[in-house]
């Protein structure tokens, strides 16, 4: 499987980004997909994921400000990121848990992308 991140970037506190992650190459199903990010010195956190069925699941330092979306057709997953915060700056990294044809469940990281939000 790979994973295949766009959308990082700098923006000023108070702006928005949209991350996107697609999955290709995998001959499984993608069960859950999400974002966990990193910031220097920290812990890697998981910020929102979503499972197969659609169900939403959020860190509480992000909810009201951001928006998870998948795409199971595009086997896309999205984060909407509004009104940022310096404290949101991170390496995101994109997550993603196939169902393999054995049933195996196994988990794919991304390379992960920069997101760096100014005061």
């Known amino acids: 499987v790979q994973l295949v991140e766009s959308g990082g970037g700098m923006v000023q506190a108070g702006g928005s980004l949209r991350l996107s992650c697609a999955a290709t190459g995998t001959t499984g199903s993608l069960y ?5 990010r990193q910031a220097p010195g920290e812990e890697r956190e998981l910020v929102a994921d979503i499972s197969d069925g659609g169900r939403s699941n959020y860190a ?3 909810k009201g400000r951001f928006t998870i979306s998948r795409d199971n ?5 999205y984060l909407q990121m509004n009104s ?3 404290e949101d700056t991170a390496v995101y ?3 993603v848990v ?3 044809p054995s049933n195996a469940r196994l988990p794919w990281w991304g390379q992960g992308t920069q997101v760096t939000v100014s005061s």
């Open 32 to 36: 859950t997909m999400g974002w966990y």
């Open 60 to 62: 509480d330092s992000v």
């Open 73 to 77: 057709a595009k086997n896309t997953v």
């Open 84 to 86: 940022l915060k310096p």
């Open 93 to 95: 990294y994109c997550h």
């Open 98 to 100: 196939v169902t393999m």
